[in-house]
């Protein structure tokens, strides 16, 4: 079975690394490694603000990064400019581990011009594509509304969702590049192909609770109490 073999680690900003950052402590963003513990391959969700310490801790558990893989172009994921604060990310992934930047297609320009990276720096996806670390295959979901590329990943029954979809709550749309309507396709179409089992892992912590059952949040999460559309929009589209 595929989970014998994949290597998987969530770490919080300000407490699992980048400890001394306050910025890192504040915005309380998770960072994923996912693997294939045979070959010792595996890429970094989201890296930022501390992006050698994620490199070594994967080198500690006997992984060697290969790529990255981003949710969406905001700098707490990716790094960039955060209201005149430079925080690391995949520019510094990349130089020191020369890889792609694994992003949906829609979003390619907004991480270009967030990072600095070059277009030969990504590899652009359509929703549906599957991207492989060694033999662990992560399946990439186009779910926009949070920004335009967001996505989240799908890999041994687990669901990385990025900024789409938290414990409590979803993404904010009042950002560049935010569409109301688009997050609830992606909520209510989009992820609805995901089955109830399946584990969600957010992008930040804030739930006391580092993930929590896909069936569960449905049931307890707010984002989904609305009967329609237009009353999802009324509640979460100002």
Avoid at 46 to 53: H, L, Q, S
Avoid at 161 to 177: M, V
Wanted: with cysteine; glycine share 12%.
């Amino acid at each position: 079975p595929a989970s014998s073999r994949v290597y998987f680690r969530q770490w919080l900003a300000g407490r699992d690394f980048a400890a001394d950052d306050p910025i890192g402590a504040q915005m309380a963003n998770y960072v994923y490694a996912v693997g294939d513990a045979d070959t010792g391959e595996a890429v970094l969700v989201d890296p930022c603000y501390a992006v050698d310490e994620l490199i070594d801790k994967a080198a500690h558990d006997g992984m060697r990064i290969v790529g990255a893989l981003a949710t969406h172009y905001h700098p707490d994921h990716v790094g960039g400019d955060l209201y005149g604060e430079q925080l690391q990310g995949v520019r510094e992934l990349l130089a020191r581990c020369p890889c792609k930047v694994h992003v949906q297609r829609a979003e390619a320009p907004w991480v270009q011009r967030m990072t600095g990276c070059s277009h030969g720096d990504l590899a652009l996806h359509d929703s549906g594509d599957v991207v492989r670390v060694g033999e662990v295959p992560i399946t990439l979901i186009h779910t926009p509304g949070h920004t335009p590329g967001s996505q989240c990943f799908l890999v041994d029954g687990k669901l990385l969702a990025g900024d789409t979809l938290f414990l409590q709550g979803c993404g904010r749309t009042d950002f560049p590049g935010g569409d109301a309507r688009e997050l609830y396709l992606s909520l209510t179409q989009k992820l609805a192909q995901v089955p109830d089992d399946v584990v969600l892992y957010p992008g930040h912590a804030y739930d006391p609770r580092g993930h929590a059952g896909l069936g569960e949040t449905r049931r307890s999460n707010f984002v989904f109490k609305p009967k329609s559309e237009a009353e999802w929009l009324a509640m979460f589209g100002g």
